[in-house]
């Protein structure tokens, strides 16, 4: 890990804190999921807690046979008349896209929503070499007009309040300044309506593959998914491997506790099931469906007996609703597709722990995303795991896991303190020491480099030297 990538996750921090217009914004939004989720799931379920055992039970036993699943998929989907592609890595996936369009000379794609794009980086690749992907939901349209990422792995542009997004319409659209929500998805179902009259191409994420019916299931509440994957020829699906379900029953209590999880509402509006392509005698519907199953480095974390637990993921976001790091800096402050919680998690793992390991320092280990999280992946213990792997402690099986990630004098000040924390004596007189410098520290903090980052956004503790002394005298306590 160099210098220069710690440093651009510093300033980037530094930057969104300092933007209080995103922190409002932020903390507007959080609040009202994270209450919506709370009525709902007190007002519509009598046993939450239970469901959300079942689901991280079903999930980790479907990752268990992922590998008989997806061979039992791709069958089952073959036999409805899907194309079923295998993509190794990024590249790969982009490139069945590419050959895809050119083979038909398509130079235009619509595409719904789709973390698995996101991922590949597929709009970049197709843009560099003459192509033209277009984002059809309204956050990922808002946020591509502007040449920014997702900043949430569900709402995409949820950093930029009503009266942003009306400015962002008038400069790019040419649209009247809007502000009021109805009008502003008029501007963009219009500026849309042409695009869709003539696309031939277009492309949808994946929620749930059904393997027993080589079937696959898309979630969404504005239409545009519906239209991307039925009134064009030719329809592309991402898939990660993860997504893969055995059955639709298992897809069914995943899906009931996804959306609650998500927005705090008990179901999206649309729900798609894609069952194969236009069949003879049919009006509508693509001609074609081509099914790309990504892996990514997602069987690396699948043969890892700790860390597998990460693709129990349903991608629902609520990890970040909950998480009081993510909303005081946002999605980009992470330098990921996948920020938040979840990002520190999987990022290293299907990305690099050399390229991402200064992400795992966006958690305060506060437990928020673990008691939330519908299936429950306990995140803040894998985010503290994979700390240690960070500095050479852990199981080393880590993709990336080399000695940049190692800060040398971070590791002899730990070794430093160890020493004085597991001395009784030693460890007296520093609190002794503390007790009296620490007052005098708050005027010199500043002047000192590695206090000076630290003490801009945090007060030093209170510390009572003499805490021992006063337990020791206490009734009933006595020292061996």
Not at 71 to 87: D, T
Not at 247 to 271: K, Q, V
Not at 307 to 333: E, F, M, W
Not at 418 to 435: F, S
């Amino acid at each position: 890990m160099s210098e220069a990538l710690k440093q651009k996750y510093h300033n980037i921090v530094s930057q969104k804190l300092e933007d209080k217009q995103l922190r409002k914004n932020l903390l507007s939004v959080m609040d009202t999921l994270k209450g919506n989720r709370k009525k709902l799931i007190a007002s519509r379920f009598y046993d939450w807690e239970a469901l959300r055992e079942q689901g991280k039970t079903l999930k980790q036993k479907n990752l268990a046979k992922l590998d008989t699943l997806l061979e039992k998929f791709e069958s089952k989907a073959k036999e409805n008349g899907f194309i079923v592609h295998w993509a190794k890595n990024s590249d790969e996936a982009n490139n069945i896209v590419l050959d895809i369009m050119r083979k038909n000379n398509i130079n235009k794609i619509l595409k719904g929503k789709s973390m698995a794009s996101e991922e590949t980086h597929l709009n970049a690749f197709l843009k560099a070499r003459g192509l033209n992907p277009i984002e059809t939901d309204l956050g990922e349209i808002i946020i591509q007009l502007i040449d920014e990422p997702p900043v949430h792995i569900v709402a995409p542009a949820i950093h930029k309040n009503r009266y942003q997004i009306g400015e962002i319409f008038r400069d790019k659209l040419g649209a009247p300044l809007e502000s009021e929500p109805e009008k502003l998805n008029e501007i963009a179902r219009t500026h849309l309506r042409k695009e869709f009259k003539d696309f031939k191409l277009g492309l949808s994420g994946v929620n749930f593959a059904i393997a027993n019916e080589g079937a696959i299931w898309l979630l969404e509440n504005e239409g545009n998914g519906r239209m991307s994957t039925t009134a064009c020829d030719i329809h592309v699906a991402f898939c990660g491997i993860e997504k893969v379900i055995e059955t639709f029953e298992e897809a069914s209590i995943l899906n009931a506790l996804l959306i609650p999880s998500a927005t705090g509402t008990p179901a999206t509006c649309y729900n798609n099931i894609i069952t194969s392509p236009r069949k003879e005698g049919e009006l509508d519907g693509p001609k074609e469906v081509h099914i790309i199953i990504l892996d990514n480095n997602r069987s690396n974390m699948l043969k890892d007996s700790h860390y597998y637990r990460a693709l129990s993921c349903i991608r629902c976001g609520t990890c970040l609703n909950h998480c009081p790091v993510y909303d005081k800096i946002g999605g980009h402050a992470y330098l990921s597709t996948y920020p938040g919680p979840i990002g520190e998690v999987i990022s290293p793992q299907l990305f690099g722990l050399n390229k991402f390991s200064p992400m795992l320092d966006l958690c305060s280990l506060c437990g928020r995303c673990s008691e939330v999280c519908p299936v429950k992946i306990p995140l803040a213990e894998l985010i503290r795991d994979l700390r240690s792997e960070r500095v050479g402690q852990g199981r080393k099986g880590v993709v990336g896991t080399d000695s940049s990630t190692q800060n040398k004098a971070e590791i002899k000040a730990m070794q430093s303190f160890m020493q004085i924390a597991t001395n009784p004596k030693k460890w007296r007189l520093l609190l002794a020491m503390a007790d009296f410098l620490l007052p005098l520290s708050k005027t010199f903090a500043p002047l000192i480099p590695g206090l000076k980052t630290w003490t801009k956004y945090r007060e030093l503790p209170k510390l009572n030297g003499n805490l021992h002394q006063k337990v020791s005298k206490m009734q009933g306590v006595i020292y061996e």
